[in-house]
């Protein structure tokens, strides 16, 4: 299936992780669920939440440059420069039109992986396995990027019924490498398990 998503160089986002599918595929997962969100606070700007806007426009800028978004990683730039400078006038002149183009861009990588999904259905297990948890939390212990690639790829080639944000949850840490708070989790989600 072609990877092409209107509003983003998906060459040169896939460029960026050495054009491995596996690992571009839950970024854009992740900006489909995350972004949203980021967008909705930025709606709500005045001048005494400044600060929180900065990080939520720079958040959209970083994300958006993750996946080969362009022209909306430079449109947040300019709206966290405005920010930074504290002209609220440029940012209520610019914001509405970046959150409506931002949106369509949402729209477009969700409606590609929708297709990519039901092209590519994954089997539907319970919930992520155990012992696959395990070698990816040695994996984040040992910091050992293979094995915990190779544990990531097992968890992500399946769906769950149970659990499903956890795995997305799990990338999410893996790409900002917080390999601790990922044992710790794990920790936990097993010891969940047994009671």
Request: charged content about 30%; hydrophobic content about 40%; glycine content about 6%.
């Amino acid at each position: 299936m072609e990877l092409y998503i209107s509003g983003v160089d998906t060459e040169k986002g896939l460029s960026y992780y050495g054009n491995e599918l596996n690992i571009y595929l839950p970024l854009l997962r992740s900006y489909v669920l995350n972004a949203p969100l980021s967008l909705e606070r930025l709606r709500t700007v005045t001048p005494e939440t400044m600060d929180d806007y900065i990080i939520d426009v720079h958040g959209v800028k970083g994300t958006s440059a993750s996946i080969g978004a362009e022209t909306t990683m430079e449109a947040a730039l300019n709206l966290e420069k405005m920010a930074r400078a504290g002209d609220f006038d440029g940012i209520m002149a610019n914001n509405e039109l970046f959150i409506k183009n931002t949106e369509i861009i949402v729209a477009n990588v969700k409606k590609w992986l929708d297709e990519y999904d039901e092209k590519n259905k994954k089997p539907l297990l319970e919930a992520p396995n155990p012992e696959v948890l395990e070698r990816l939390k040695q994996g984040c212990e040992n910091f050992c990027m293979k094995d915990i690639d190779m544990a990531m790829s097992e968890l992500e080639s399946a769906d769950y019924e149970h659990d499903a944000g956890f795995v997305l949850w799990l990338r999410d840490k893996i790409i900002v490498s917080e390999f601790s708070e990922i044992a710790e989790r794990i920790n936990n989600y097993k010891k969940e398990l047994s009671l």
